[in-house]
């Protein structure tokens, strides 16, 4: 078989028929043995994620492995991502539920994501400041809205200007969900484009291959 | 049994008008009759962007925070921003730009690495491609951390945030306004729309994330599948407008969607 038959038109009509046979179930009652047949494919998923994940780890200590022998800039902060990937794998393949391996998870891991994650919070000012400039007339009402949603969802603003509260909640109900409510219409006419270029194979990006590359094979 | 399961239906009909009206247009591509589409202007700024991280030796990143292809809602724009990353991927090579592709999932990863291997070498400079480098696979948590201290280390002079973003929209894009880098930003994220919109100096909205990587293709059958999603809208205009006058006439038909 040619290379350009196995790498590029098997996987776009195994894509193909069983994105469809997804549609299918959704829309149509089916019987047991093909919802089990969807249940089993669905479970495909979660392996080959978990066999990219292994294939990531191998590429990210071959990348550190390469900046510590040639000793490139923080090439020190690498030995710390071996020693933690060394420590970690060995405690979680003895026993996920290892208190040390528990411990580090709970102790380190989880306050230094939950640590990056309030930094939304003072972004969020320092953008807001930087971006609610009235430089023109679409800024200006941008401004004036944003301030009073701003002064509604604040305890003292109901207090300072009571009308703020249903000024606040009318601007939320109404003009701010309605957009919403386009960009969700839109978004979801986009994605049934896509599906549709991906099943007729035309777009082949999410392969990883390219068109040119395998005429030219 | 019933044929179809309850409420369903009625999305089954415009599915299917909708499919059918984007298959039409692709077909009519197919033989020639092309529809006119309006230029997305985010066609010309990804060069611009490029062109800038050359003219100042400052890399260019193409960030796509969540890329869980197991996840559906993820799954979509994830795709439509490997698209633009192939288009990305191939003016950065062609121009000269070094390019950073971090990517948080292994599945993502092995895809995005293999496309801007591509795009290199479709360029002719698959030297300039570092296997270990380009594209990086960055565990999720940690990505935050390397990212950021990059971000500054580095000092990027372009960057594009495009596909699913949540939370760390706002700190990636704030943190690359303050290093000076010009930003491209788009998701389908509703709730983060605005953050994108609002940093980024330019931006794409919802389903131009999603027509831009068509649009980017030049292969006039995608392009025409745009034009398939317009008849979706003018659906989407009629209900609106027929169920506006229908509430105000105090008419429910709210059981059709039941069927």
Redesign the interface.
Known sequence: MSERLIKLKIPIYLTTILGILMIIE????MPEPITNINVTLRSF??I??????????I??T??HL?KISKKE?GWYYSIIYLVGLVITSALGLTSVRNTTFLWIYNNM?AP??VA??S??AF??T???Y??FRARNWNAAVLLVCAFIVFMMLIPVGAVIFPPVVPIGEWLRSYPSSAG?RG?????S??????????Y?G??K??????E??MEAS | MSVIVAGRALGLVVLVIIVSAILWFMMRAYSGKLPKLRRLPAVDIIDEIIGRCVEMGRPAWYLMDNVRMDTPSVLAPTVAAFQILAYVARSAARLGAKFFVPVTQGVAYTIANDIVEEAYRAEGKPEDFDPFGTVMYLPEGADRMYILNNMWSQQIAGAFLLGSWYHKAIIYTENAARVGAVMLGGTDTTHNIPFLVAVCDYSIIGEELYALGAYLSQDPTQSASLAGQDIGKFIAIIMMVLGAILATLGIDISSIFSI
Do not use: K, N
Request: aromatic content about 10%; proline content about 2%; glycine content about 12%.
């Open positions: 959704f829309y149509f009652p998923v979660t080959v994620s978990a066999a990219g994940l292994i294939l990531g780890i590429i990210l071959i990348a390469r800039s891991t230094i994501g990056l994650y930094l939304t972004y969020i320092s953008a807001a930087r971006v919403f960009m969700i219409i839109g978004v006419l986009g994605i049934i484009g896509l599906g549709v270029r991906v007729t035309r777009q990006e999410h392969m990883g291959i390219r040119e590359r």
